[in-house]
């Protein structure tokens, strides 16, 4: 368990084999690779646990159709090996969800091609889960979906979880296992110093400063992998919006893939924890990587234009969206200034003076990318790399004394008394916003921001977190703030008005 947060003069009492920088999948990876080996772990974040892309995923732990599209079949294979068995081992985290691709007159790819890749999908992930769906059956599952020039829906599966409480899970695991995390704790400074390295850290939730000392450190900042990496700038960071819908305004069953009206891009949309998500968009995010990324009203726009032009009975406006997300892509930018959906996803892992820098992938690949970055580190060996790649052993134990929902999280009531008083006592919440927009994701999925179930938990979460009147409204104010500027939905600007 993360259980009480250590300040920094706690952790400096140790000598660290490995320091970890950043509480997103990677970091979180890592840190459990390592210590599942034996090795003395601390990992930092500088925000909250998955603040960063790994709460603003498309929740898809899948090999991804398009890599294969793409020609990329080795990226394909391992992402489908690695979502094998993270079905198998966090079944109610990760769980199989079916996929439709509507197949229209006239439109590539038809049933054929589609066949052809759905085969060769399956076959890499060692299943046979694909058929044809005829029109009539497509339209008894999507009744919604706009007919025209619609002959029928390819059917196969893959996966979804929940990107923040999978970020999580790895590190209770990792933790149980006697690593150590921070969060809310910044790098400011690495030194190399006397073999080792010296690491100077800001403690945001109490404003203090002061240094630790680790053997080995991995840079796992994904989008801001530049700032430690010390080499020149590889990341290329593309922003992907996410809105979550009124599941009442848009029901869907499956997931379903549709191309967008004005640049036939494949935009997803799919039930999540009782919520309808569509996303993503995929652009340029030339902003500063210190403001927190938003949707922007653009963005929101092509979002409900591909929604309406799909489901055109819906009349889908900004008033039946509850919330948006937007993550930053850390993609390695291949310097060729290709269209953002055309540059690859795989990751790199590269060092200088000794800080080795891991960025990019996917959070479906988090334990491969993780080996990787041990393997760079000279932390682990060759053979123990290899051996640890085709390993077939079991990541994740049950954690002792947690309720059901931290396993089952997919099906959990998140508002439920047990599981709210265990992630107050147990998973290092220092704000209402940790609470509502990660441990829980109650800040997407209700409307309002889930300010009524808020209002409802009030004195538990004082007493939990002893917070005094004033602490909780400035603690109040800030989440609906927060939620506002950059989970909300932003209004239409006149630009758009102008080019709509
Ligand atoms: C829109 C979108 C959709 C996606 N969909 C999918 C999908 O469906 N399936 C899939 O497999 N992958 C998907 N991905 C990719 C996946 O989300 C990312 O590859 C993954 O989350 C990256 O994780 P990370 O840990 O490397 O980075 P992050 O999650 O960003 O973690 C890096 C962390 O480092 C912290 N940090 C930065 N600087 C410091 C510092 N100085 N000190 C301490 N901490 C610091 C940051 O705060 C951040 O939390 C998607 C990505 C995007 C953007």
Redesign the pocket.
Known sequence: MLGKRKNIDQLASNDWDLLV????????GVMLEAARRGLKVLL????DY?????????????GGLRYIAQGDVKLTRH?LLERERLLKELPGLVERATYLFPLRKGVFPGRWPMKAVLWLYDFLAGIRDHRYLSLQQVKERAPALNAEGLTGAMCYTDALTD?CRLVMRTLLEACGRGGEAGNY????RVERENGGFTIALHDLANDQTGKVRARQVVN?????AD??SGSEARVRP?????LFVDPQRLPVNDCLTVMHPDDGRPVFVFPWEGVTCV??TDLDHPQDMDIEASASSQEVDYLLKLINSQFPGRDISRDDVFATIA????VIASGKGVDPSKER?DHAVWGDNGVVT????????FRLIALDALLATGLIDEATHRRGQKSKAPMYSPVPAAPAAVDDFLHANQDDDDFFAWILSQESVQHLDDLMLRRTRLGLTQPRAGEAILQRRREQIQAALGWDDTLWDTELNRYLQIHEQFYGVPAVTMENRKAG
Request: aromatic fraction near 6%; hydrophobic fraction near 30%; avoid cysteine.
């Open positions: 920088i950043g509480g997103g999948i990677t970091g979180a930092v974040e500088q925000r998955a603040w960063g892309t790994s709460s603003r995923s498309s929740k898809m732990v899948h992402s990107d704790l910044q790098v400011t796992a900042t994904g989008a801001w700032r430690f593309l922003r992907g919006s996410h996303g993503t993550g930053v892509r850390p996803r891991v960025s990019g992938g996917k959070l479906t690949t």
